[in-house]
């Protein structure tokens, strides 16, 4: 159906004072033939939104292409439903405060925008939800220890049926296991009694279906529509569920690695399970105890990381002995006492209690007569000590979580043909381990990717349970090492956002962090080549692959970033609202002026998070640069794909800059690699531009950051000088 | 039992401080504890924990507010953490013949800022009771808080010039001569009117001030005993 | 305003001054001070080393039980008695063993306090209790153009931090002094200690700190200290030309009683501005003020 | 009736979070927030540990995420003044204080320029001026003016800022207005305050101009900070040649803060890499008692003793001395490993000052609990009110997103049970 096309320009804030209003109403109404085009002194005012409504009803008017300020502001004064495309044409941050008023430039700069601004509109459609078939509501948890019952208790109270699986024949995981607790809440003094009883009473009481001494087979299907084989004794069954939170928990480090500690050498030298099961039993009397700290944590040979429970659970420990014997001398031997927050408080406590507490490394453990005799530099002191006499040496293990227990997964070596041929660099991918706990029917592996030292967790400091396999959310010691008190928070925390993905998958909508989204990739078949780069370079893994190689996408699992897009060399993959083609056109709609007029033109492809809000800033803070600049939003530098280059270098542009988020280790790509992939896909044409005689220094990519807006002039700047010193482009004259 | 030499006691009491310089930043030496390995024996600990406010010292997190924070820093030879820490390892002899407490003037500065609420220097008078009872007085200042006490209780007010004439009469001559420029001092006092000669009278309700302290101290001991 | 009072040994001997000072600056500002009868001494901080904490309480409490009859609160003009007094009435409020155990012991004199009574150091008095804009208003001889530095010293703040005043940079005493047209002297020593208990027994260690304290004191532009506490003052007054002997200073510097110079301010009698009293001359610094 | 409307009191990243999960998860929220802008604490930040990424960028997300959900409703300069009611059905009166701008204000900032009244600029801890019509920071949403109007009506202006405004978008006799609203559930994440350093008056601060606190040391380290970025002496805006950091400015402390506020260490473990990025070869010590890189932090903490050359000194810094002539500071400290007490100059002196809750200051109205340092019990109280992020424990960025997402569910069930 033909869109009812209006165009508004905004005369306010002083872009009617800059520009030539009469010229720019003329590529609306003459270039593109707009039927309706209007202009006010404040569109965002009472009477400008009024007069945009009134065209909407008595002219039908379904796409509206206002040409004012930024989109980032105003939003919720031009909102007109969501049948209602809104295509806004920035005159204000990104031409008229940041460029020359009454220029000819800046009047071309929004004279381009305007017509590119039209162009998207053309090229666009009101997506339509995708609506999973055989939909379910059930969450289901995976673990049955203290994270895995608050996840399920919590999804249950919020009404949503929940489905829980526990390796163990009993519930309780590591925590039922142990003889009391450390405190949860205020004062944070006292050991508590042990919660998991309650706990799993007030599970089984919310109706949680409980699945005992059970594995999962497989995982497969999307969110939605996850069917999960679960194995037990006598076979298996299938639970369709609609969202999953992984808590499968940790185990801790082998103490059998810790020979130099004692370990394995002398009986008592024990660990803190040990510890905790001999308190179970009733807590041994002894008179001499000591705890070592770090037993394998913060140990670049063991470990790398800190545990982080240790400190209170080796405190909780302590208390147990003094709580049996009240004269017992125990000691802690740490590097830190990390006891953060209130559990200060429970520091303060085992002190009060008698409990001494040395800083320092312990160098050597020896037994004569069944005692044990610690040596340890004692660092506060600047002296060496040698405490003997001790029944038991408790050792704080640490925790290693159970997603790094397993085989990396090895990266399958191509021979296919179509893959090879197009197959060069690769953006690095996480290691996948095989852990045996969702054993996923996934292209790209059975489990979570595994981040840092194998913990499934987020990458993402605003984000802790953002997910590279949608719907699936880690929680708990699984995810990252943390005590008792965060794995509960962290237990309901991951409930709700299986909750939410189950709610906006209903709606056909996507999860964070293009939330709302409602448009997902199409797949034009007839014309895949089985080249496999959409559903290797997916980072969320939401295409699979039949046997042939073709991509069977997954839409619900899929995050909206136009990844697979960029990556298809056919382009046979388009969303309703945002295609190879739209981008193409906007790319050809810019006015390309001849090279006598020494008016180069750069082109600029920018991450819609963080490159254009800070060209954005650069506008709010007046800041100016180069005129010669076109800006095209993307969702991501992932969806970069390489032929709008070419549309580009073919239109006469003479230089094309990527503003994509920085990489490496620290990406702040919410997509994970988006820009990384992107310059990967730019280093593969360079060669081919250096054959047409294109410099490839025309091409770039570059990382800003939201905060970079100070640095954006003079980087504008610095390229157009090195495209200055290359000359025009030579295609100019062929077009 | 270690007897420190009043020689010794007199030589830490001159301050050293802060006399090596490394570039512009100066720092000052604690006194090295020990070289060989020491044990960890709280036997002494516990004696010290049932002191009145004794048991705060188990607290005490080592941070070294203290050290930094006491008037008299540059010339105590263990500052309050490390003091806390010989008391748990058990190093009784050291703790008890160090000039530590004896340094403490009572100024309250730690005490304020201890991070863990220690009231340090009630530890310290504690310890200083508890060094006059098991006879560690060596160090001038343990004449002179006997001389303060027994000034006051027999009189139930003070007297500067009782006081003083006990104080030289328990640590002998010595420290008379050594004082010598005090006499200026004393002098220009007199000539201010500010030391009186004759003592002031009694009080009169001295007999009950007396059987107070005496009702106090058995209570002490009762509860010591508990 | 009626207060019970707390004179202390000093009053008697060392630190006349204070008392004939407070005496007439309390009369100036219509605060009548009633003495505690049959006080006693306090035990200062000396005494817990001896007899330990409870014992020492107790003793400077019998003080506290006798005010009680009379229903005032308790002001004294001596930093050390106000600590001792205030943290035993502390004990006494907020600890009820404390309170029970002590009572047992007062007992033994026929007395008895329940921890009803506030204890006050004069400088709060003037401060919180008469306010500044009356003093400001009492003044008769603006002490326009000295610069003073005002020596708060350590028991005062520090016995109940925050109580007061700031327990380690303590304001009161500057603004007090304005309030008398004096300027305060910038001096970051203002509650450091001046090592008072240590005189006899560890000299040294006094004059350093009091060295540190002069310097400071110097070195913001004061032409005069003055402080709150009869030990403070002893030990900057007295020791301050050992100081100049040990350290090859010259310090020239009197140090008065805060009240003095509110004596002087207000043109009270030259009784009353004691000065008499001084070891270090403070006419000469005060001769354009002092009638 | 159950009302399934869900209010959240604090628009920071814990109030944020919490009304973007319950909203995505399809409840109306409502986001009352007492600044002028939303994003709160982090928004002051310049970096987050330990990616070192700009706090704004998951703000943008998030901005967008409010921008595109319409059961997302929010109320800037706006306070809760009263609850009644119980689980499921709570009546809350919510004041709104004028910002003497209206929903005309294009934000085209000629107000500024026409302004004549300069005033302290809060958002950067005071150390530099703005005008008194002004917008809060460069990302601040909503992209909206606002008006200190006692600092006009202290410097007499009429409103200068009026006569130029062309969209009439000024309103000096703007009222504060209340407004009720009817909900099912209460997140209460108001946050925390840096703590008054002034208390802490062993460090100086406040009386020395080269001691400063960690807020300020992130306002200083942003490129939009008062000092555009660059960490100079406050004194004398000279370059750094040495700088101490001073670890537990009021935590772990009986005095002040009992708790500790687990982020400091990391925070100032961050801040040497600002130094460092800037000064290659200044001196950077940290004094600490215990150093607090919990979990996977840990790397960073090594990470940034490998490459930022730090000098880490176990003993709390006990004071701090300025020389008067130059502003230097002397850190006077026991190094306890080196068995010494040290005397240190310093250019600049950070306090790694801890985090007091608001509820220390301003209580929820509403039957509810607080501990010693006035942090909200969990639990107890009021059915209903649920407190998220750092007005329950002291909390790093990304544990208190997963507090307030957890927060968010409890939520939903007071909405779910109240029925």
Same mark, same amino acid.
């Given at each position: 159906m033909e869109k009812k096309i209006a165009v508004y320009i905004c005369t306010g804030c002083g872009i009617g004072d800059a520009l030539d209003i009469d010229a720019l109403s003329k590529v609306a109404k003459g270039e593109f033939k707009v039927p309706i085009c209007k202009t006010d002194g404040q569109l965002c005012g009472p009477e400008g939104v009024a007069l945009i409504k009134q065209d909407i009803e008595n002219d039908g008017v379904d796409t509206v292409v206002i040409a004012g300020c930024s989109a980032r502001v105003n939003y919720d004064v031009f909102k007109f439903g969501s049948d209602k495309i809104v295509e806004r044409v920035n005159l204000r941050e990104q031409v008229i405060w940041c460029h020359t008023a009454d220029d000819e430039d800046t009047q071309m700069l929004a004279e381009d925008y305007m017509r590119m601004g039209l162009v998207k509109q053309k090229n666009m459609n009101v997506p339509e939800p995708y609506h999973v078939e055989s939909f379910s509501r059930n969450i289901m948890v995976l673990g049955g220890g203290l994270t895995g019952l608050t996840a399920a208790l919590e999804s249950a109270k919020a009404g949503y049926s929940t489905i829980l699986v526990e390796k163990e024949a009993e519930l309780g995981g590591y925590v039922g296991k142990m003889y009391k607790q450390v405190p949860m809440k205020p004062p944070f003094t006292d050991l508590e009694e042990n919660c998991i009883p309650n706990l799993v009473k007030a599970v089984e009481d919310a109706g949680v279906k409980i699945y005992k001494s059970a594995t999962v087979e497989n995982t497969a299907g999307a969110p939605g529509m996850f069917d999960v084989t679960i194995k037990q004794d006598d076979g298996?069954?299938?639970?369709?569920?609609?969202?999953?939170?992984?808590?499968?928990?940790?185990?801790?480090?082998?103490?059998?690695?810790?020979?130099?500690?004692?370990?394995?050498?002398?009986?008592?030298?024990?660990?803190?399970?040990?510890?905790?099961?001999?308190?179970?039993?009733?807590?041994?009397?002894?008179s001499k105890v000591a705890f070592i700290q770090c037993a394998g944590s913060r140990d670049q040979e063991h470990l790398p990381y800190c545990?982080?429970?240790?400190?209170?659970?080796?405190?909780?420990?302590?208390?147990?002995?003094?709580?049996?014997?009240?004269?017992?001398?125990?000691?802690?031997?740490?590097?830190?006492?990390?006891?953060?927050?209130?559990?200060?408080?429970?520091?303060?406590?085992?002190?009060?209690?008698?409990?001494?507490?040395?800083?320092?490394?312990?160098?050597?453990?020896?037994?004569?007569?069944?005692?044990?005799?610690?040596?340890?530099?004692?660092?506060?002191?600047?002296?060496?000590?040698?405490?003997?006499?001790?029944?038991?040496?408790?050792?704080a293990n640490g925790m290693v979580p159970t997603a790094a227990l397993g085989d990396l997964m090895e990266e399958e070596s191509t021979t296919d043909e179509a893959a090879a041929a197009c197959d060069e660099p690769k953006a690095s991918t996480p290691p996948i381990i095989k852990a045996n706990l969702l054993n996923l029917v996934y292209r790209q592996g059975p489990e979570l990717p595994a981040l840092k030292y194998g913990f499934p967790d987020s990458h993402y400091i605003c984000f802790p349970y953002e997910t590279r396999r949608t719907g699936i959310y880690a929680a708990g010691v699984v995810r990252a090492p943390m005590d008792m008190l965060s794995a509960v928070e962290d237990g309901a925390g991951a409930a709700m956002k299986a909750i939410q993905?189950?709610?906006?998958?209903?709606?056909?909508?996507?999860?964070?962090?293009?939330?709302?989204?409602?448009?997902?990739?199409?797949?034009?078949?007839?014309?895949?080549?089985?080249c496999k780069r959409c559903t290797e370079e997916c980072p969320f893994g939401a295409i699979n692959e039949d046997e042939k190689g073709n991509p069977l996408p997954n839409p619900s699992r899929c995050r909206r970033c136009g990844t697979c897009m960029g990556a298809c060399p056919e382009r046979i993959i388009s969303f309703k609202n945002y295609s190879v083609p739209m981008v193409g056109n906007m790319v050809k709609a810019i006015e390309m002026p001849e090279e006598d007029e020494e008016k180069p033109r750069i082109l600029i492809f920018a991450c819609d998070n963080d490159a254009i809000p800070a060209l954005d800033m650069a506008g709010i803070n007046h800041m100016q640069y180069n005129s010669w600049v076109r800006i095209i939003p993307l969702r991501c530098l992932g969806s970069l794909n390489l032929v709008w280059i070419n549309d580009a270098m073919g239109r006469g542009f003479d230089g094309v800059l990527l503003m994509g988020c920085k990489h490496g280790d620290d990406y702040q790509c919410h997509f994970m690699k988006g820009s990384e992939l992107a310059e990967i896909r730019l280093s593969k044409i360079s060669e081919t531009l250096d054959r047409l005689g294109l410099e490839s220094e025309r091409v770039r990519a570059t990382t800003v950051s939201i905060m970079d807006y100070d640095k954006i002039p003079a980087m504008l700047d610095e390229f157009a000088a090195d495209l200055e010193e290359l000359g025009p482009n030579p295609m100019k004259d062929f077009q | 039992m270690v007897t420190p030499d009043k020689e010794r006691a007199a030589e830490q009491a001159v301050p050293h401080s802060f006399k090596k310089k490394r570039g512009?930043?100066?720092?000052?030496?604690?006194?090295?504890?020990?070289?060989?390995?020491?044990?960890?024996?709280?036997?002494?600990?516990?004696?010290?924990?049932?002191?009145?406010?004794?048991?705060?010292?188990?607290?005490?997190?080592?941070?070294?507010?203290?050290?930094?924070?006491?008037?008299?820093?540059?010339?105590?030879?263990?500052?309050?953490?490390?003091?806390?820490?010989?008391?748990?390892?058990?190093?009784?002899?050291?703790?008890?013949?160090?000039?530590?407490?004896?340094?403490?003037?009572?100024?309250?500065?730690?005490?304020?800022?201890?991070?863990?609420?220690?009231?340090?220097?009630?530890?310290?008078?504690?310890?200083?009771?508890?060094?006059?009872?098991?006879?560690?007085?060596?160090?001038?200042?343990?004449?002179?808080?006997?001389?303060?006490?027994?000034?006051?209780?027999?009189?139930?007010?003070?007297?500067?010039?009782?006081?003083?004439?006990?104080?030289?009469?328990?640590?002998?001559?010595?420290?008379?001569?050594?004082?010598?420029?005090?006499?200026?001092?004393?002098?220009?006092?007199?000539?201010?009117?500010?030391?009186?000669?004759?003592?002031?009278?009694k009080i009169k309700g001295l007999g009950g001030l007396k059987k107070i302290i005496s009702k106090a101290q058995e209570l002490d001991r009762k509860e010591a005993a508990r | 305003m009626r207060y019970s009072y707390y004179p202390g040994c000093s009053s008697e001997a060392t630190a006349k001054a204070n008392a004939h000072s407070i005496e007439g600056v309390a009369?100036?500002?219509d605060v009548q001070l009633e003495e505690i009868p049959d006080w006693n001494c306090c035990g200062a901080s000396v005494a817990s080393g001896v007899v330990g904490d409870f014992t020492q309480l107790v003793v400077t409490a019998r003080n506290l039980a006798i005010a009680e009859t009379k229903g005032l609160d308790v002001v004294t003009g001596c930093s050390s008695c106000y600590m001792t007094l205030a943290v035993a009435n502390k004990k006494f409020k907020q600890d009820e063993h404390f309170r029970?155990?002590?009572?047992?012991?007062?007992?033994?004199?026929?007395?008895?306090?329940?921890?009803?009574?506030?204890?006050?150091?004069?400088?709060?008095?003037?401060?919180?209790?008469?306010?500044?804009?009356?003093?400001?208003?009492?003044?008769?001889?603006?002490?326009?153009?000295?610069?003073?530095?005002?020596?708060?010293?350590c028991q005062t703040v520090r016995a109940l931090p925050f109580e007061f005043d700031d327990p380690e940079q303590p304001v009161f005493m500057d603004r007090l002094m304005e309030a008398l047209g004096a300027t305060a002297a910038d001096f970051p020593m203002r509650a450091r200690c001046c090592g008072s208990s240590s005189t006899i027994p560890a000299r040294d260690i006094v004059l350093d700190l009091g060295y540190k304290i002069f310097e400071s004191a110097v070195a913001g532009g004061a032409q005069v200290i003055v402080t709150p506490c009869p030990m403070c003052q002893l030990n900057l007054d007295a020791y301050q030309s050992l100081v100049n002997r040990k350290?090859?200073?010259?310090?020239?510097?009197?140090?008065?009683?805060?009240?003095?110079?509110?004596?002087?301010?207000?043109?009270?009698?030259?009784?009353?501005?004691a000065f008499k009293y001084s070891i270090v001359s403070p006419y000469e610094a005060l001769v354009q003020y002092s009638k | 009736m159950a009302n399934k409307s869900i209010l959240v009191v604090g628009g920071g990243i814990s109030g944020i979070t919490a009304a973007l999960e319950a909203a995505e998860a399809g409840c109306e929220v409502f986001i009352v927030e007492k600044n002028s802008y939303l994003g709160g604490r982090v928004t002051q930040i310049n970096q987050y540990f330990p990616k070192l990424c700009p706090p704004n960028c998951g703000l943008e997300i998030n901005f967008q995420r409010i921008r595109n959900n319409p059961r997302v409703n929010f109320f800037t300069l706006a306070e809760v003044e009263n609850i009644s009611g119980q689980e499921g059905n709570f009546d809350v009166t919510v004041k709104i204080n004028p910002r003497y701008v209206n929903e005309n204000c294009t934000g085209c900032g000629k107000c500024v320029e026409a302004c004549p009244v300069e005033i302290d600029n809060t958002f950067n801890y005071g150390m530099n001026k703005i005008k008194a019509i002004h917008l809060a920071h460069d990302f601040a949403f909503p992209m909206k003016y606002v008006i200190k109007a006692d600092a006009c009506k202290e410097a007499g202006c009429a409103g200068k800022c009026a006569e130029v405004c062309e969209y009439k978008a000024i309103e000096p006799d703007m009222q504060p207005k209340t407004m009720n609203l009817n909900v099912g559930a209460i997140v209460w994440a108001t946050g925390w305050e840096p703590y008054d350093a002034n208390k802490l008056s062993y460090y100086g601060f406040g009386r020395f101009k080269n001691v400063v606190t960690n807020v300020m040391m992130e306002r200083m380290a942003a490129m939009n900070g008062p000092t555009g970025g660059k960490i100079v002496r406050p004194s004398d805006g000279?370059?750094?040649?040495?700088?101490?950091?001073?670890?537990?400015?009021?935590?772990?402390?009986?005095?002040?803060?009992?708790?500790?506020?687990?982020?400091?260490?990391?925070?100032?473990?961050?801040?040497?890499?600002? !130094?460092? &990025?800037?000064?290659?070869?200044?001196? /950077?010590?940290?004094?600490?008692?215990? #150093?607090?890189?919990?979990?996977?932090?840990?790397?960073?903490?090594?990470? !940034?003793? &490998?490459?930022?050359?730090?000098?880490? /000194?176990?003993?709390?810094?006990?004071? #701090?001395e300025e020389d008067k002539t130059n502003g230097q500071l002397v850190v006077i400290a026991e190094d306890q490993e080196a068995q010494q007490v040290t005397r240190k100059s310093y250019d600049l002196v950070v306090l790694a000052t801890g985090m007091a809750p608001t509820t220390a200051t301003t209580t929820i109205p509403a039957e509810m609990l607080y501990d010693e340092d006035g942090f909200v019990v969990p639990g107890v109280g009021t059915a209903g009110i649920v407190a998220a992020g750092c007005v329950k424990n002291p909390l790093d960025v990304s544990s208190a997103v997963r507090d307030a997402t957890a927060a968010a569910l409890k939520a939903i069930q007071s909405t779910v049970r109240g029925q």
């Open positions: 298996t069954v299938q639970e369709r569920v609609g969202a999953i939170v992984l808590a499968t928990g940790a185990k801790p480090y082998e103490a059998d690695k810790l020979g130099h500690l004692g370990f394995g050498k002398f009986p008592n030298v024990i660990t803190q399970s040990m510890f905790e099961e001999m308190a179970v039993a009733g807590t041994p009397e002894a545990s982080a429970a240790c400190c209170i659970e080796s405190i909780k420990q302590a208390l147990y002995v003094k709580e049996k014997n009240d004269e017992a001398n125990v000691y802690v031997y740490y590097k830190d006492i990390r006891s953060n927050g209130q559990y200060e408080h429970f520091y303060m406590k085992a002190q009060q209690e008698g409990v001494v507490f040395v800083k320092g490394d312990v160098t050597e453990i020896t037994e004569e007569d069944g005692k044990l005799t610690i040596e340890a530099d004692d660092k506060t002191m600047g002296t060496t000590s040698l405490a003997d006499e001790f029944d038991y040496v408790v050792l993905c189950v709610e906006v998958t209903e709606k056909g909508e996507a999860v964070h962090p293009r939330s709302g989204d409602m448009s997902f990739p199409e797949f034009n078949m007839n014309r895949c080549t089985q | 512009d930043n100066y720092f000052m030496e604690q006194k090295k504890i020990f070289s060989e390995p020491v044990k960890y024996d709280l036997t002494f600990a516990r004696e010290i924990y049932r002191l009145e406010n004794g048991s705060y010292i188990k607290q005490c997190m080592n941070c070294g507010l203290c050290t930094v924070s006491c008037a008299t820093r540059d010339v105590m030879e263990y500052p309050p953490r490390q003091l806390f820490n010989l008391i748990k390892l058990g190093k009784k002899e050291e703790v008890l013949t160090s000039n530590t407490f004896w340094s403490c003037t009572s100024c309250c500065t730690c005490k304020a800022r201890c991070p863990r609420g220690i009231p340090i220097i009630d530890v310290m008078h504690d310890l200083k009771k508890y060094a006059i009872e098991y006879g560690y007085t060596d160090y001038p200042q343990a004449a002179f808080y006997k001389a303060f006490w027994t000034e006051m209780s027999s009189r139930g007010k003070m007297f500067e010039g009782g006081m003083t004439a006990r104080y030289f009469l328990t640590r002998g001559l010595d420290e008379i001569v050594k004082a010598m420029d005090m006499k200026d001092v004393g002098i220009s006092m007199l000539k201010h009117g500010r030391m009186p000669l004759l003592p002031p009278k | 009369k100036a500002l029970a155990k002590a009572n047992e012991a007062l007992a033994a004199a026929g007395l008895n306090y329940n921890g009803t009574l506030q204890v006050r150091q004069f400088l709060d008095v003037i401060i919180n209790d008469v306010g500044l804009d009356k003093v400001a208003q009492k003044v008769k001889k603006s002490l326009d153009g000295l610069t003073v530095a005002g020596y708060v010293g350290y090859g200073t010259n310090f020239n510097i009197p140090v008065l009683f805060f009240t003095q110079l509110m004596a002087v301010a207000f043109g009270l009698s030259l009784e009353d501005q | 000279k370059e750094i040649k040495s700088i101490a950091f001073l670890q537990c400015a009021g935590s772990r402390d009986e005095n002040h803060l009992k708790a500790c506020s687990s982020v400091c260490c990391l925070a100032s473990l961050k801040h040497a890499t600002y !130094v460092r &990025e800037q000064y290659p070869d200044a001196e /950077i010590s940290i004094y600490y008692i215990d #150093i607090r890189a919990r979990g996977k932090y840990e790397d960073f903490f090594i990470k !940034v003793q &490998e490459e930022a050359n730090i000098t880490l /000194i176990k003993g709390k810094a006990g004071e #701090i």
